[in-house]
């Protein structure tokens, strides 16, 4: 299965991920993921029944040498596969798509990174606070609690808005200045923070500065198409253009 059907198919459908969707698109939607689910259950049993040197292998057989024989169940191992196929998938995406867009329309900053690379990976902090790939994240109280002087009551059901804490003045001088050299653009909610801290943040990090060290290597011409229109994700949710049009 292509794991960018999902994905693909929502957009060009014009489904809205966090909305009142159509009976149809919601109908879509569940089949796409059902489809995904099935991926996943039959990669699984054929690691069950025949396990080799790999993470799924290791992961079904997790309870072996537990000793409280505390194992995880199939659908619990299904569950964990489909979230590690498909995490990151968009994120990652959008973080490379918003990162040309923005160090483009900002040619000195493209230029400054062709001159010297060890630029790029604040300049990826940068982009991550200044155009977040996941500008909004739902989450649940788990207890009473005060944020400022709200009050909040356990299963609150809250929408953090992730992109506009990116740019609050009280932490980020000139917030809505776009700067590389920011001397502390890592302090980004992008990835979440604590207990909910992204466990592919590394990983994220690491691809965003490949392609830019590359393509910056190669292509230091690269330049926005001229009069390019970019769309965007019918989602509340993650922000990235869909397609980002370049000459060199």
């Not at 039959?42 to 079904?60: H, M, N, W, Y």
């Not at 918003?98 to 630029?119: T, V």
């Not at 790029?120 to 982009?127: K, M, R, S, T, W």
Request: glycine share 6%; net charge negative.
């Amino acid at each position: 299965m292509d794991l960018a059907r999902v994905k693909r198919g929502a957009h060009h459908r014009g489904t809205v991920l966090f909305g009142r969707a159509r009976e149809d698109e919601q109908v879509d939607a569940s089949s796409e993921l059902a489809s995904f689910w099935r991926y996943a259950a039959t990669l699984v049993q054929a690691k069950i029944e025949r396990p080799g040197d790999d993470f799924v292998s290791a992961l079904v057989q997790v309870g072996d040498a537990d000793s409280d024989g505390c194992a995880l169940s199939r659908e619990e191992a299904i569950t964990i596969m489909l979230q590690m196929l498909f995490a990151g998938h968009e994120t990652t995406t959008n973080l490379l798509g918003n990162s040309f867009r923005r160090l483009l329309e900002d040619r000195a900053s493209w230029e400054a990174l062709c001159r010297n690379p060890g630029l790029i990976p604040n300049a990826i902090e940068e982009v991550l606070r200044f155009e977040s790939p996941a500008i909004a994240w739902r989450q649940t109280t788990k207890e009473p609690v005060e944020i400022g002087e709200a009050r909040l009551p356990k299963a609150a059901k809250l929408l953090l808005l992730l992109g506009s804490a990116n740019r609050d003045p009280a932490v980020f001088p000139d917030p809505d200045c776009f700067d590389i050299r920011r001397p502390n653009a890592h302090e980004h909610l992008s990835f979440g923070a604590g207990v909910h801290n992204c466990l592919g943040a590394p990983l994220a990090r690491l691809e965003a500065r490949v392609v830019l060290e590359e393509v910056s290597r190669r292509l230091p011409s690269l330049r926005l198409a001229e009069n390019v229109k970019l769309s965007f994700p019918a989602s509340i949710s993650l922000r990235g253009p869909l397609s980002l049009a370049v000459a060199w």
